[in-house]
């Protein structure tokens, strides 16, 4: 079975950087695709970016152009680096995989996915 871990949250002030990880274990990571979601405080899950098993990437548009999402499969880990970071990206952010390898166009539903794993919280205040 496999389970995820992310890791690298905390606080930044606005304008800076993280970079999250998320563990794969119990399985090889090679043949899923991963997603990555966020939850701020009473508002709906969001999907952020996914990256297929090939390496193909979607993003969601509040975060194109600042966020990258990557995979090294050696180390059995998917990345998502957060830059210039503003206020409301503060949320618990979570990855996940679905059943398949490739990122669909219903990516950003998190309906669509399988295993998640218990999520790492980025706050973003000066």
């Known amino acids: 079975q496999l389970q995820l871990v992310e890791s690298g949250g905390g606080l930044v002030q606005p304008g800076g950087s993280l970079t999250l990880s998320c563990e794969g274990s119990?399985?090889?990571?090679?043949?899923?695709?991963i997603g990555w979601f966020r939850q701020a405080p009473g508002k709906e899950r969001e999907g952020v970016s996914c990256?297929?098993?090939?390496?193909?990437?979607n993003d969601g548009d509040a975060v194109k152009g600042r966020f990258t999402i990557s995979r090294d499969n050696a180390k059995n880990t998917v990345y998502l680096n957060l830059t210039d970071l503003k206020p409301e990206d503060t949320a618990v952010y979570y990855c996940?995989?679905?059943?398949?390898?490739?990122?669909?166009?219903?990516?950003?539903?998190?309906?669509?996915?399988?295993?998640w794993g218990q999520g790492t919280q980025v706050t973003v205040s000066s």
């Open positions: 990256i297929s098993s090939g390496g193909t990437t």
């Open positions: 119990g399985e090889t990571l090679d043949y899923y695709a």
């Open positions: 996940a995989a679905p059943k398949r390898g490739y990122c669909s166009a219903y990516w950003s539903e998190g309906d669509k996915y399988t295993y």
